[in-house]
């Protein structure tokens, strides 16, 4: 299903405990800002595809649905969001907090990126929470 998904809200958050940094968006990324049409369609393409690949991947050690711990605070803000989108940014931002408080400080470096999105055939709203380790480059 190419283009199944169509992404509403993003934002980006930097989780580095080994640096004891969070850096937190200060305004989500406005997916209609770009000038051109085509600009508009590429990043949807983009996400969408990214969206695909994880609806479509089987569990395994770099994919994985999560099971928040029922006492979560990240718990807690996912289900507020979803009940009142309009906190989207602030929510993401509490989310990410209670990762960088929880994580242990020998933990990765990486992104946590909010997505508020709706999929093609679907009439339901999904929120998406994912995240990815970066990777430091070497040079010379």
Not at 129 to 135: A, C, E, H, N, S
């Amino acid at each position: 299903m190419e283009n199944g998904f169509t992404v509403e809200r993003v934002a980006l958050h930097l989780i580095d405990k080994k640096n004891n940094n969070l850096n937190q968006a200060d305004h989500e990324i406005d997916l209609n800002a770009f000038p051109a049409k085509e600009d508009i369609a590429a990043v949807q393409k983009f996400f969408s595809s990214h969206l695909q690949s994880v609806w479509d991947a089987a569990e395994s050690s770099t994919v994985r649905a999560a099971k928040f711990a029922s006492k979560s605070s990240v718990r807690g803000y996912y289900n507020d969001l979803k009940q009142n989108s309009s906190q989207f940014l602030q929510r993401s931002r509490d989310m990410a907090k209670a990762l960088f408080d929880t994580a242990p400080s020998n933990a990765s470096t990486g992104l946590l990126m909010a997505l508020w999105f709706t999929a093609a055939g679907d009439r339901r709203r999904f929120l998406a929470l994912d995240t990815r380790r970066t990777t430091e480059s070497r040079c010379c």
